[in-house]
């Protein structure tokens, strides 16, 4: 089937074309056509994302992109060639994710196809699902672009969320069958390296800079003594995180320290990554010990992020267990990961969709409730 993919739930406008044929598990998934158009340049002056003016440029950018993925996927016409769209209903800001349902059910009505409302978090696990196919030098010289499949599956699984918004521990235990086993208390993890970012007079979105810094410091001998941060929760018996006390403790030690060189702020930025990716590595060892994982789940834009994915990697190898992580293009927000977690939904459900009038915004939505 042809899955029209859309995605407005911060700061990126995101539609997709793909096809997907098959049972869920080895789907053959084929992207036609897919574009991410990030307005985080214009958000940098606010030091985030500012939900109005995202709003009016997803309301401005949606047409536009969605008269090119037509073109790309060559399927333009009164009438494109579309089964059904997937839209992101949430969680994300509530302004900009009614940009994207108000515009997916006009096309709905006017294709007469329906619509398949998509949980966010869902669609970043998804992402972390999607393999390439074996044969990739055939896929590039055939007319459709790329082929990718959706990887089996060993449960239990434990999927490890670290976005802008949100920082969670699942336990999937089947397709679409998530349990809650433990959340941030307060910040995420993507919004913690925002702030540490602009504490050290670095440019929104902070991930990627602090990334980019402590980098060059990972060649150099262990961070200075006066520059160790905490690691908030790291022997709590929970599976919940803190991550706003590291962001007071580099406040703090800023103010200590007065102007810091280039080269104390790049340690800075070093000693940050390293406390963040212990907690999230050491929470995640012991839920798959205690869950008995067969599959480690990691996905958000955090997991962009160069350490924190060889560290996950490091950590399946040891725990002898199946990583799944999406390709570095499919980490921060995208419109595929929507479409593709879309087709699982349709596989799976037996009462069919929803009805255009029931499908809203919710931008709080869960994917599961917390039992433990
Ligand atoms: O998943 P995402 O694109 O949007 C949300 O759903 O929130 O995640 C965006 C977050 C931002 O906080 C951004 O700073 C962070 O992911 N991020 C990174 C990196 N690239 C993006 N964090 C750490 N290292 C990176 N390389
Ligand atoms: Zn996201």
Redesign the pocket.
Known sequence: MIILGIET??D?TAVCVIEANGPLEGAEIIICANITLSQARMHAPYGGVFPNLAKREHIKNLPIILKEILRKAKINGEKPKVDAIAVTYGP?LEPCLWAGITFAKTLAEKWSVPIVPVN?MEG?IFSALLRRKENPKHEARSTKHFGFRISSLEFPAVALLV????TELDLMEDYGKYRLIGETRDD????A??KVARLLGLPY????E??RLAERMRTSASVLPSLVLPRPMLHSPDYDFSFSGIKTAVLYLLKKIGAPSEQIKAEIAREFEDAVTEVLVSKTKRALREYGAQTLIVA???I???H?RSEFGKLAAEEGITLLIPELSH???NALMIAVASYATVMNKVEGLPALETIRADGTAKISERNN
Do not use: K, L, Y
């Open positions: 739930s911060c990126e994300g966010h970043h976005s802008g918004g949100h995420a993890v993507g919004e390296f925002d979105p902070g991930g990627p602090i990334s958000g834009g955090v962009a992020n160069t924190i980490t921060t927000d």
